[in-house]
Each structure stands twice: as C-alpha cells, then as structure tokens.
C-alpha cells in the first residue's frame, strides 16, 4: 500500500484570482509582510501495490483527472505503508 500526497497548483503564468483576494484580505489585517499568495489543491491518496509503475499510475491519475495539465503544475510524494 502506498500513501500518496498530491499537491496541485496554477502554473506561475495563470492568473491566480483567489491568491490575489487572500493577499488582499491579509493586507487588510494588517499582514504587510506577505509579499505573494498562490492557492492550490492538496489531495491523499491510498493506493494499493500493483505490477505497474506507482509513478506511472499516480501521473496518469493526475494528468486524466487531478490537474488541468494546461494551467496546472503538480507534483507529489510516495510513501511506503509497511503493514503492522
């Protein structure tokens, strides 16, 4: 079993309208020293051990479904679950 951390976000080119309204909000409040605010997706996956390819698997997942490959980036972590 492996535990995966999928971390999406827009592509440093796309416009990132609700980062910007963050930003805002927080210079309201008075949070001069945030300089940028970028919002993206964060998602776990469990995924059981197969013959294929984990990062095959979890990029074909992200690319067919999680991210808009178009103005979206991603990246993620795997970590081996050891049944106890």
């Not at 993206?40 to 996956?45: A, S, T």
């Amino acid at each position: 079993m492996y535990k995966v951390k999928v971390y999406v976000t827009l592509r440093e080119s796309v416009l990132d309208p609700q980062g910007t309204a963050v930003k805002n909000s927080l210079h309201s409040l008075n949070y001069r020293e945030v300089a940028d605010v970028r919002i993206g997706k964060y998602m776990e996956l469990s995924i059981e051990k197969s013959e294929r390819n984990i990062d095959e698997v979890i990029n074909e997942i992200c690319s067919r479904l999680l991210a808009n490959t178009v103005i979206e980036d991603y990246r993620y972590d795997v970590e081996e679950c050891v049944p106890q």
